[in-house]
């Protein structure tokens, strides 16, 4: 169904700014369920940002305002402009995507299912102050 290739992490320092690409390697990937994760070391992994295929999106609290997410259907790329990160965002950031989630739990909470949920390989961001 997909994979997912992120790209653009690095260093940024707090207040800057950042871009994170995940590019997807079919078109029924980018049409479906997708969203941004991450994981710090010593955390969980953790919920970020989602899209749905209507282009509906969703944040977590603490990148909400801050953080924007969205997608080139005709690139098959997904995005996630990073505005004012702080040290706090420092992780390790995965694009994920699951052909069956349905646009209500897209919106409020996933992750991919081993069956049909995919996971990009991460890339690292680190924010200092």
């Known amino acids: 169904q997909g994979e997912l290739e992120e790209s653009g992490g690095g260093s940024v320092q707090a207040g800057g700014s950042l871009t994170l690409s995940c590019s997807a390697s079919t078109f029924t990937a980018i049409d479906n369920c997708m969203g941004w994760f991450r994981q710090a070391p010593g955390k969980e992994r953790e919920q970020v940002a989602s899209?749905?295929?209507?282009?509906?999106?969703m944040y977590a609290d603490s990148v909400s305002g801050r953080f924007t997410i969205s997608k080139d259907n005709a690139q098959n790329t997904l995005y996630l402009q990073m505005n004012n990160p702080k040290p706090e965002d420092t992780a390790m950031y995965y694009c994920?995507?699951?052909?069956?989630?349905?646009?209500?739990?897209?919106?409020?909470?996933?992750?991919?299912?081993?069956?049909?949920?995919?996971w990009g390989q991460g890339t690292q961001v680190t924010v200092s102050s």
């Open positions: 899209i749905d295929h209507g282009d509906d999106t």
């Open positions: 994920a995507v699951d052909t069956l989630v349905p646009s209500s739990r897209c919106l409020t909470g996933w992750t991919p299912s081993p069956v049909f949920g995919f």
